[in-house]
C-alpha cells in the first residue's frame, strides 16, 4: 500500500489502530508499518527535491519503539546511521533526517522533548562517527553521556542495513567487557527509583488536581524494570532488545531463574496495562492510575510492582559487589 502524503498516512493509521490494541507485538508490528510509511514518503521527497541517496543507511528506533513496547501513542526516539564519512552523505542525511522527524509528527507521533530524532546531528551520523561517538559517551565520566549510553542499548534496525547498528553493539560490548568502573557508572546513572509506597506501605500519589489522586507507575515500576533489566543484559552480553525478550534470555542463568520469572510475569501485566491506559480517553496518557478506579486486587498487584523491582534492583547490586563490578 502507498501513500501519497503524511496526511493520507496518518487518517489510515488513526482508522487502523484499534485493531491491534489487544495484542503488545501486534501493535508494535503496526507502528513499525506505519514508520517504515514514513520513511518512504520521506524518501520520495528527497528523491525528487535533492537526488538519490548518496550511500547506505540505516534508520533506527529506540526507547519503547526500540524495545518495541510501545502503547497506542507514542512519541519519537530514531536516529540515522550512513555508511560514508563526507560533506555530500552528511548534508543528504541531515535533509533526510529532518523530513523523516517533522514527517513523524505530522502522522502522529510527537517530537522527542530530549531531541532524541535523527533532525538532531548527535543522533545523525556516519558509520565511523558513530564508533567513535559511543566510545566517547563510555569513557566520559557525565551523566549526559550515560544517559545516552543507556539511550542508545535500546537501538533497532526499521529501515536499511542491520550490518551497521551489529557493528555498534559490537564496539559496546568490546569496549565495556570487564570493565567494572563503567559498569559502576551506568548502575549510578539509574539508581535512583521514585518511591511508589510510603514507610507505611501506602501508596504516595500525585497530585495533579485536588480531585485527582493517581500513582505514576512509569516511573515508579516501568522504568526501573527496563534501566535495571538493559543493564543486566549487558553484563551478561544478551543482545535482546525487548525488556520480556531479555528477561528470557537472562533467565537461562541459573541464579537469574526465580526470580525473574516472577518479575517476568509483573512486566507483562505492566505492557497490557500501560495499553488499556493509553486506550481508555479519560485517562489521557500511559503513565499513571487513578487510585480510585482500582479495586483492592489490582492495588495489591501494583504494590507487589513495586516491591519486586525494588528487590531486583538491589539483587543486581549484590551481583556486582560479589563479581568486584562494584
Not at 123 to 130: D, V
Not at 151 to 161: N, S
Not at 174 to 199: E, F, S, V
Request: hydrophobic share 40%; aromatic share 8%; proline share 2%.
Amino acid at each position: 500500500m502507498e501513500f501519497c502524503s503524511y496526511k493520507d498516512l496518518k487518517t489510515w493509521k488513526d482508522n487502523n489502530i484499534v485493531n491491534f490494541i489487544s495484542d503488545i507485538a501486534a501493535l508494535n508490528d503496526f507502528h513499525d508499518k506505519v514508520m517504515r510509511k514514513v520513511i518512504e514518503i520521506a524518501s520520495r521527497r528527497m528523491k525528487a527535491a535533492i537526488g538519490e541517496l548518496p550511500c547506505r543507511f540505516t534508520w533506527f528506533v529506540m526507547g519503547s519503539a526500540g524495545r518495541s513496547e510501545q502503547s497506542v501513542t507514542s512519541d519519537q526516539d530514531h536516529g540515522i546511521i550512513y555508511e560514508n564519512h563526507d560533506e555530500r552523505c552528511g548534508n543528504y542525511f541531515k535533509c533526510l533526517g529532518k523530513e523523516i522527524t517533522d514527517g513523524m509528527e505530522q502522522v502522529g507521533y510527537s517530537y522527542c522533548d530530549g531531541n532524541v530524532m535523527s533532525s538532531n546531528p548527535k543522533w545523525c551520523k556516519s558509520l565511523s562517527e558513530w564508533k567513535n561517538q559511543l566510545i566517547l559517551w563510555m569513557e566520559e565520566e557525565n551523566m549526559e553521556s550515560l544517559r545516552y549510553l543507556h539511550i542508545f542499548l535500546d537501538a533497532r534496525a526499521v529501515v536499511g542495513e542491520n550490518s551497521f547498528l551489529s557493528d555498534l553493539s559490537q564496539v559496546i560490548l568490546t569496549h565495556t567487557y570487564d570493565k567494572p568502573l563503567l559498569i559502576h557508572r551506568l548502575l549510578a546513572n539509574i539508581q535512583h527509583i521514585p518511591k511508589g509506597l510510603n514507610p507505611l506501605g501506602q501508596f504516595i500519589i500525585e497530585r495533579t488536581s485536588p480531585t485527582s489522586k493517581m500513582i505514576d507507575i512509569k516511573k515508579t515500576i516501568y522504568i526501573p524494570y527496563v534501566n535495571i533489566i538493559r543493564l543486566l543484559s549487558l553484563i551478561y552480553r544478551v543482545t535482546s532488545i525487548s525488556t520480556l525478550e531479555r528477561m528470557d534470555s537472562l533467565m537461562e542463568i541459573t541464579e537469574w531463574k526465580n526470580p525473574l520469572t516472577r518479575s517476568h510475569q509483573y512486566f507483562e501485566q505492566l505492557l497490557a496495562i500501560r495499553i488499556e491506559l493509553s486506550v481508555e480517553s479519560i485517562y489521557g496518557h500511559a503513565n499513571s492510575l487513578y487510585i480510585k478506579k482500582l479495586n483492592q486486587d489490582q492495588k495489591r498487584l501494583i504494590k507487589r510492582m513495586m516491591k519486586d523491582v525494588i528487590n531486583l534492583h538491589e539483587s543486581v547490586e549484590r551481583l556486582l559487589r560479589k563479581r568486584r563490578l562494584l
